[in-house]
C-alpha cells in the first residue's frame, strides 16, 4: 500500500500542485484586470461592464479553484487514503 501512497503523493506534487498554481494565478490576473478596466475606465460605461464581467469570473473561478482543496481532501478521506496539507500529501497509516 506505500506504493499507492507514494504515487498519490507524487501525482499531488507533480500535477495537481502546478496546475493548481497555475489556474489561481491566472484566475487572479483576470480578477486584477477586472479592476483594472473598471476603475480606469470608469467614464466609459461599456468598458466598466467588462471590467465587472472580468471581476466577476476571476472571482467564480477562484472559488472553484479554492473549492478543489475541499473536494481532494473529501475524496482522499472518503476512501481513507490521507489528507492533504499545506500543499502536501499526509497518508493515514
Known amino acids: 500500500m506505500s506504493v499507492f501512497y507514494s504515487f498519490v503523493a507524487k501525482v499531488i506534487e507533480h500535477i495537481i500542485n502546478p496546475i493548481v498554481l497555475l489556474l489561481s494565478a491566472t484566475a487572479f490576473v483576470v480578477f486584477l484586470w477586472g479592476i483594472f478596466e473598471f476603475v480606469s475606465n470608469a467614464e466609459n460605461a461599456t468598458k466598466r461592464e467588462e471590467g465587472q464581467k472580468a ?39
Open 55 to 93: 471581476i466577476f469570473w476571476g472571482l467564480i473561478g477562484l472559488v472553484i479553484i479554492f473549492g478543489s482543496y475541499g473536494i481532494l481532501n473529501v475524496a482522499l478521506g472518503t476512501f481513507n487514503l490521507g489528507s492533504y496539507v499545506g500543499g502536501s500529501f499526509v497518508p493515514t497509516k
